[in-house]
């Protein structure tokens, strides 16, 4: 049964991205996204998200959302 188990490698970028961000000093929300390359076997970085962050209600307005969401286009 180990014969047909096949394990991904982590790409060596991937890997850095990973250490910079569990050692990052920002306390605001992050994402990073990951995927496996079927092809190449390996797990690679799909994509990286910085959370947006305010600190009062009165912040988030109609204009700000824009701002913050035009980042997706």
């Given at each position: 049964?180990?014969?047909?188990?096949?394990?991904?490698?982590?790409?060596?970028?991937?890997?850095?991205?990973?250490?910079?961000?569990?050692?990052?000093?920002?306390?605001?929300?992050?994402?990073?996204?990951?995927?496996?390359?079927?092809?190449?076997?390996?797990?690679?970085?799909?994509?990286?998200?910085?959370v947006f962050?305010?600190?009062?209600?009165?912040?988030?307005?109609?204009?700000?959302?824009?701002?913050?969401?035009?980042?997706?286009?």
């Open positions: 049964m180990s014969d047909s188990l096949v394990v991904c490698e982590v790409d060596p970028e991937l890997k850095e991205k990973l250490r910079q961000f569990r050692f990052r000093k920002e306390t605001d929300n992050a994402a990073i996204i990951m995927k496996v390359d079927k092809d190449r076997q390996m797990v690679v970085l799909e994509e990286e998200f910085q962050e305010i600190r009062t209600t009165d912040d988030l307005t109609e204009a700000w959302l824009q701002e913050k969401l035009s980042f997706f286009r």
